[in-house]
């Protein structure tokens, strides 16, 4: 089953770095399984993999006791003991080493894999340079441990380097899981993991806080010089009196107010008032209607309205017919007259006449 590692790891490395103080480039001690098992799965970019996982930039580390047992593995982690020398050397107390790896990794340049005889010689120039440049410590010949022992004393009691782990070797990470503050990477098919925090990191930060919400040295030598048993008594006594001055306060407002007090006869004089609204909400309200905004469109009944009263103002008024005459057609006979007269002119008289 895939995990859905990237919201649980993004907790786990803020956990490390609020409780334990872990910062960036974070500090990874690479153990040869790992090594080997990344190159086996595809996964063998470390320098991408592991600043991708934990979120910032990484230094990765490993030892000359992790190195020398790859090579002493034989052919098939050749491959893995070359990719080795591409990390930088972390002094461990058994070897020595320190600074950079044979290959280095300092400023993103690796080196390729070369055989074995020359990797050999490579740790036979570094092992006789370090006997002839200051004897000591440096060339007292130690002889190499296995890796888990090598890593295991790297870390020490309380992994002070902050250190992370990535080993495949679950004793290891078993032994490694029970220091607090220790964090361990392994990975599978689906890619390379950070292990949630054990019981342990837990339970030694739990400590830590609750020991920082403690008085201070400073603010105990302030109180008086009393016995434990004495200043606890106190305490409790002055608990006590706050607590019949809360309830007193709060029985006079509910006696006042008509209300009683809270369950087991303690009550509080704080009175709660709803906030109710002060007007309209402003979001809710209809904008005003600007100025030089255009008038509304009046709608259609209305438009036909106002055209007949328009045409019944414009039209003039109507002409009373003429009263008829006492004659009974005098009026249509003076009409026939004149147009004859104008039809006919001033010779229509005349011949008339004649």
């Known amino acids: ?11 786990a490395t803020n956990y490390y770095r609020i409780n334990y103080g872990f910062h960036e480039p974070y500090k990874v001690l690479l153990d040869g399984n790992f090594i080997h098992a990344t190159r086996a799965l595809n996964l063998s970019e470390l320098d991408t993999h592991l600043p991708r996982l934990l979120g910032g930039t990484c230094k990765l580390y490993t030892t000359k006791c992790v190195t020398k047992e790859l090579r002493a593995l034989g052919k098939d982690y050749a491959g893995s003991a070359a990719a080795a020398r591409q990390f930088m ?3 461990c107390p058994h070897c020595g080493g320190g600074g950079e790896a044979a290959g280095g990794q300092g400023k993103g340049g690796k080196r390729g894999a070369e055989g074995e005889g020359a990797e050999e010689d490579e740790e036979e120039q570094e092992e006789g340079g370090e006997e002839g440049a200051g004897g000591g410590k440096k060339g007292s ?3 190499p441990v296995p890796a888990a022992e090598c890593i295991r004393a790297c870390i020490g009691a309380r992994n002070e380097g902050h250190w992370f782990v990535a080993t495949q070797d679950s004793a290891l990470r078993r032994a490694l899981g029970k220091i607090p503050g220790c964090p361990l ?3 599978t098919v689906n890619g390379v993991h950070l292990e949630t925090p054990s019981e342990v990191t837990k339970q030694k930060a739990a400590e830590a806080e609750a020991a920082t919400q403690k ?16 200043l606890a008594e106190l305490r409790k006594e002055a608990a006590a009196a706050a607590a019949r001055a809360r309830a007193g306060a709060a029985g006079g407002a509910g006696g006042s107010g008509g209300g009683g007090g809270a369950a ?3 009550g509080t004089s704080a009175r ?3 906030n109710k609204a002060k007007g309209p909400n402003p979001l809710a309200m209809k904008k005003k209607a600007k100025g030089d905004a255009k008038p509304k469109m009046p709608s259609g009944a209305a438009l036909v309205a106002a055209a ?12 009373k017919p003429a009263a008829a005459s006492s004659d009974g057609g005098g009026g249509a006979g003076a009409m026939a007259r004149k147009r004859k007269r104008a039809k006919g002119g001033p010779g229509g008289g005349g011949g008339g006449d004649e």
Do not use: D, I, Y
Request: aromatic share 4%; glycine share 6%.
């Open 185 to 187: 990477v392994f990975c």
């Open 89 to 91: 050397l972390h002094k």
């Open 272 to 274: 709660f008032r709803r």
């Open 1 to 11: 089953m895939r995990r859905k590692k990237h919201k649980q790891t993004r907790r």
């Open 215 to 230: 008085v201070s040295k400073h603010e105990a030598a302030a109180q008086p010089l009393l016995r434990p048993e004495q």
């Open 141 to 143: 010949g130690k002889q």
């Open 308 to 319: 007949k009263a328009a045409a019944t103002a414009a039209a003039p008024p109507r002409a």
């Open 264 to 266: 087991g006869g303690l």
